[in-house]
């Protein structure tokens, strides 16, 4: 899908796509407008108008590949969503947790110590993988409201803190199965 209209440098990223400001997303509707806007926007299309043109151009091939890296990851979108609402994540200051979410944390995290084998930390993964995608389904929910709920901003950014913690840990998780392929 080719997007039509002016762009304008001051906009979200949402309207930059032409997309509703929403958790959900539709992954190949906004593929297809990243390719639409890409299509408009390189450099390349312009080598004919000069120097100042093609540096314009980059400036907004670069702001385009950044609202499509953000629209597409579901953690930084949610994170968007609530800051262009004016709800801060705060990830840096705000650690605090329900306490069910630190137990389990604690018990991925032994799960991961005690792991002896490329199969028990793969197991691992695809729990916690299951888990990200429950919690990424709730955020949709705190966000994008339903009939009978509003949008709950608040508790998507605990939310998004939450799902930070999962992100960072499955990166521990990656970096533990490493270790295992190398031994």
């Not at 926007?41 to 980059?58: C, I, L, N, S, Y």
């Not at 995608?133 to 955020?139: D, H, S």
């Not at 949008?151 to 521990?172: C, E, S, T």
Request: one cysteine or more; a negative charge.
């Amino acid at each position: 899908m080719a997007v039509t209209g002016p762009l304008h440098l001051g906009a979200d990223d949402f309207a930059l796509f032409d997309l509703p400001r929403a958790f959900a997303l539709n992954p190949t509707d906004l593929d297809a407008r990243w390719r639409g806007l890409q299509a408009r926007v390189h450099p390349d299309r312009f080598a004919a108008e000069g120097g100042a043109a093609q540096r314009v151009a980059m400036q907004w091939s670069v702001r385009v590949n950044e609202a499509y890296r953000r629209l597409k990851d579901p953690i930084a979108r949610g994170a968007y969503l609530c800051e262009l609402a004016g709800v801060s994540i705060d990830a840096e200051r705000n650690t605090a947790m329900p306490t069910a979410f630190l137990m389990q944390q604690m018990q991925w995290r032994e799960a991961l110590e005690e792991a002896r084998t490329a199969g028990e930390v793969s197991e691992l993964e695809a729990r916690v993988r299951a888990e990200s995608q429950v919690m990424q389904a709730q955020l949709a929910v705190l966000i994008d409201g339903q009939p009978d709920s509003a949008p709950d901003l608040q508790a998507a950014a605990q939310q998004i803190r939450a799902l930070m913690f999962v992100q960072r840990f499955l990166q521990d998780i990656a970096r533990r199965a490493d270790v295992l392929d190398q031994a």
